[in-house]
């Protein structure tokens, strides 16, 4: 009331829901307390919905319509499929339209979607080591999660690999087109947009120094990942089919010629699904944004996570539109993002190749 406290997040929320003996209560009164307290009326309450002691309520913390939740398996399937894990379609599809899944009820705005927190590797980092390396903490290692999901694209740490910094590069774009393209409630981790590093640490907790710190030099050395990271988000705020309340129906109610959303491999057909392959791609009809109440551009993205070159063929546009190339992380920068409003058509309207671990985002107007 004084501060005018935008929201509160709740570290390890899942212990607050036990009773006195540590039992896991269906109904707690300090979480109900919480989301019907008239001073908190306003702001955001968002849970880390696990805690210490392995009580894990992502897609269940009890929310009294006011809970948003960390979604803890966006996070994870997101990471696997970033770093080529086959077999993840059919959840990745669940996590980008916010995790229906998870909150049938309370809609995609209950998915905080997040790759990388305070908690864990960097984005930079994640790309960039297969391995915690804590030794600075003097803790002999104990400390820190295990269970990163992480690829160092060839070598472990620093090097002076071109083509392995390349990829790196582009895996940070990747993973950051997936977070904005996502249904839900998007969450960055401070310091990733200039590929900041901690070395390999993933629990700098401890540490009051260069590891922790942020290094405003990088904003110089690493601009074309701020650039993207910016135009990406300017992209999200943009265009509001990214940011529907409410899930896709799968269905052209309104009979513009497009379903709302709708789902692909290489090929442009509508539920073409494998579940090994690591090529996937969507289509948002502009029609549908916020549930048809307002009129957006046509957005087709397409991910390729195999490690060779795909080629995508492009869904058919309604009549008098055509496609024009926002973002493409397998370009050379500047060519890997465009400015609002002058995004190049594409010379080829039924195919787009795309580089082996790239992103593409396209619209249709």
């Not at 990471?79 to 080529?84: A, P, T």
């Not at 990942?225 to 409410?246: E, S, T, V």
């Not at 057909?269 to 996937?280: I, K, P, V």
């Not at 029609?287 to 048809?292: C, D, E």
Request: aromatic share 10%; hydrophobic share 40%.
């Amino acid at each position: 009331s004084e501060y005018h406290v935008d929201g509160f997040r709740f570290d390890l929320a899942s212990a607050l829901t036990r009773a006195e003996n540590g039992m896991p209560l269906a109904d707690p009164p300090l979480m109900k307390m919480i989301a019907h307290d008239p001073v908190l009326a306003s702001v955001k309450l968002i849970a880390e919905p696990w805690d210490a002691d392995g009580l894990y309520h992502v897609g269940s913390f009890p929310s009294y319509g006011r809970w948003a939740e960390w979604n803890g398996k966006y996070r994870d399937a997101i990471r696997k499929y970033l770093k080529g894990e086959a077999g993840l379609v059919e959840e990745v599809i669940q996590r980008m339209q916010g995790s229906p899944d998870l909150y049938p009820e309370r809609g995609p705005i209950a998915s905080v979607n997040f790759i990388t927190a305070h908690d864990g590797f960097t984005l930079n980092d994640l790309v960039s080591y297969n391995e915690k390396h804590n030794d600075a903490n003097l803790e002999g290692g104990k400390d820190g999660h295990n269970d990163n999901e992480s690829w160092n694209c060839g070598v472990e740490g620093p090097t002076d690999d071109p083509a392995i910094n390349e990829l790196r590069r582009r895996q940070i774009k990747n993973a950051v087109t997936m977070v904005l393209v996502s249904q839900g409630v998007p969450m960055l981790l401070m310091g990733d947009e200039v590929a900041r590093t901690q070395n390999g640490n993933n629990n700098v907790y401890c540490q009051d120094n260069a590891l922790s710190w942020f290094d405003w030099s990088l904003t110089e050395t690493n601009a074309d990942i701020l650039r993207y990271f910016q135009k990406m988000i300017a992209f999200r705020h943009a265009h509001p089919a990214l940011r529907n309340g409410h899930y896709f129906s799968y269905q052209d109610y309104k009979k513009v010629g497009c379903t709302d959303m709708a789902w692909f491999s290489t090929e442009a057909l509508a539920g073409d699904q494998q579940d090994e392959r690591l090529t996937l791609a969507f289509m948002l009809c502009g029609a549908y944004a916020k549930g048809g109440l307002v009129e957006d551009d046509d957005i087709f993205v397409a991910f390729n996570m195999h490690w060779e070159d795909q080629p995508f063929k492009l869904p058919k546009l309604r009549k008098g539109r055509a496609w024009y190339a926002f973002a493409n992380t397998g370009a050379d920068a500047p060519e890997d993002i465009h400015e609002l409003g002058e995004e190049p058509r594409l010379d080829d309207q039924k195919k787009l190749v795309l580089k082996s671990r790239s992103v593409a985002v396209l619209i249709g107007r």
